[in-house]
C-alpha cells in the first residue's frame, strides 16, 4: 500500500528556516503530481505548494517567494524548502497526491514558528 512519511518539522524562531521531507513508497512517484499541504489550527487543510517537474511548480499567494517544491524521483522524495517563516506559517505539514488522495495521507510533521 502506499505510504508517504513527513519528517523535518519543529520549533523555528519568526525569519527562519526548515526543510520538510517526504519519503513515498508503495507508488510510482515519477508518474505523480506531488503536492505539500498544511493544516493551520482551526482551519481546512490547504493545498501550498506542487510539482510536477523541477520546471512546473506552483504555490499559494501566502508562501509564494518563500517556500520553494523539490522532488527527487530516484530516491522517491518530495522536499518542501521553507524560508522567513511567520507565525502564519504554523501548522501540521503533510505531503500528498496532487489531487489528493485520501488513503494517502500520513501522519504529517508538525512545524511552530515562533519566538
Known amino acids: 500500500q502506499v505510504q508517504l512519511v513527513e519528517s523535518g518539522g519543529g520549533l523555528v524562531q519568526p525569519g527562519g528556516s526548515l526543510r520538510l521531507s517526504c519519503a513515498a513508497s508503495?507508488?510510482?512517484?515519477?508518474?505523480?503530481?506531488m503536492g505539500w499541504y498544511r493544516q493551520r489550527p482551526g482551519k481546512e487543510r490547504e493545498l501550498v505548494a506542487s510539482?510536477?517537474?523541477?520546471?512546473?511548480?506552483n504555490y499559494a499567494d501566502s508562501v509564494k517567494g518563500r517556500f520553494t517544491i523539490s522532488r527527487d524521483n530516484a530516491k522517491n522524495t518530495v522536499y518542501l524548502q521553507m524560508n522567513s517563516l511567520k507565525p502564519e506559517d504554523t501548522a501540521l505539514y503533510y505531503c500528498?497526491?496532487?489531487?489528493?488522495?485520501?488513503?494517502?495521507w500520513g501522519q504529517g510533521t508538525q512545524v511552530t514558528v515562533s519566538s
Open positions: 510539482i510536477i517537474t523541477a520546471d512546473s511548480t
Open positions: 508503495g507508488l510510482i512517484f515519477s508518474f505523480y503530481t
Open positions: 500528498n497526491t496532487q489531487p489528493s488522495r485520501a488513503t494517502f
